[in-house]
Nanobody, 114 residues
């Protein structure tokens, strides 16, 4: 059974930083395309960043240069380092694992507010 557990969400002031974690079990992160998505109230879930099996990374334009996705194969965990946070980054952030099947975590809340 595949499980993805996100953590690290919090309330942070504009300009601050957070690191989200996605701990996987029942699957190996290096054998999946791993991605982060986010969803704000009243909006559709949107792509944030991904890391492929080969280690290539892609980012949404809105976060490029501020967010960094990475993975630790030994810990079977994927991270999202978020810097220079803005109020519009406020959302629930979800981890996604994609190989032959797509799996989602339960999400972690990030709130950027002064």
């Amino acid at each position: 059974q595949v499980q993805l557990v996100e953590s690290g969400g919090a309330l942070v002031q504009p300009g601050g930083s957070l690191r989200l974690s996605c701990a996987a079990s029942g699957t190996t992160v290096s054998r999946n395309r791993m991605a982060w998505y986010r969803q704000s109230p009243g909006k559709q879930r949107e792509f944030v960043a991904q890391i492929t099996r080969g280690g290539s990374t892609t980012y949404a334009d809105a976060v490029k240069g501020r967010f960094t996705i990475s993975r630790d194969n030994a810990k079977n965990t994927v991270y999202l380092q978020m810097n220079t946070l803005k109020p519009e980054d406020t959302a629930i952030y979800y981890c996604n694992a994609l190989s032959t099947t797509s799996y989602w975590g339960q999400g972690t809340q990030v709130t950027v507010s002064s």
